[in-house]
Nanobody
């Protein structure tokens, strides 16, 4: 049983950076992989990044590879998504999720946060 909440969203200028946090409430956060997904209006949910339960491996969607970095701090029940070189196409609602894997497939995640909006401005 986990409860997740994303924080850190807001408005950022194109080319800038932003760090999202995923705060987990639950005993077994360290047992779960964490995934990040995003959805823009009228578009399908898109895989952004994921990180293995111990932080030893990460995966990234093609559109963000080289710009975004996933990390986690299990001692504090936190996961992070560092976003650099942001562009207009990164504008979306961002969600974190936890599950037994760190898959690109959203259906394999069991717990979800409510999302935080990221808007990239001119």
């Amino acid at each position: 049983q986990l409860q997740l909440k994303e924080t850190g969203g807001g408005v950022v200028q194109a080319g800038g950076s932003m760090r999202l946090s995923c705060v987990a409430s639950g005993r077994f956060f360290k047992d779960y992989g964490v995934g990040w997904f995003r959805r823009a209006p009228g578009k399908e949910r898109e895989f952004v990044a994921s990180i293995r339960w111990d932080g030893s491996e990460t995966m990234y969607g093609d559109s963000v590879k080289g710009r975004f970095t996933a990390s986690r701090d299990n001692a504090n029940n936190m996961a992070y998504l560092q976003m650099d070189s942001l562009g207009f196409d990164d504008t979306a609602e961002y969600l974190c999720a936890a599950g037994p894997f760190y898959s690109r497939d959203h259906s394999l995640y069991q717990f979800w946060g409510q999302g935080t909006q990221v808007t990239v401005s001119s």
